[in-house]
């Protein structure tokens, strides 16, 4: 069974800082690309961050130069580093384990962390 666990979402002021965590499980992590991706409301769900099994990041272009995506293979995390928060950046934070070779190339999906941020 595939279980995705985010933690670290919050409410912060502007300018803020917040770390993400997602742990799996039931997958091969090391060879998976694990992604970040949010939700407001009202809007479609969009990347702001992947890792691919090899190192190489995407970052969606209104995070960029602000977040950054990490992963501890030993502990089968992947982090979102989220700083010079901004309050268009509020939204559900979904943890992903995206079709790749430590999925059996299905989809996954943490159940979602809110984050918050206050003008």
């Known amino acids: 069974q595939v279980q995705l666990v985010e933690s670290g979402g919050g409410l912060v002021q502007t300018g803020g800082s917040l770390r993400l965590s997602c742990t799996a499980s039931g997958i091969i992590f090391s060879i998976t690309t694990m992604g970040w991706y949010r939700q407001a409301p009202g809007k479609q769900r969009e990347l702001v961050a992947r890792?691919?099994?090899?190192?190489?990041?995407d970052y969606g272009d209104s995070v960029k130069g602000r977040f950054t995506i990490s992963r501890d293979n030993a502990k089968n995390t992947v982090y979102l580093q989220m700083n010079s928060l901004k309050p268009e950046d509020t939204a559900v934070y979904y943890c992903?384990?995206?079709?790749?070779?430590?999925?059996?190339?299905?989809?996954?999906w943490g159940q979602g962390t809110q984050v918050t941020v206050s003008s």
């Open positions: 890792m691919f099994s090899g190192g190489r990041t």
């Open positions: 992903n384990a995206g079709p790749s070779s430590g999925t059996a190339f299905r989809d996954y």
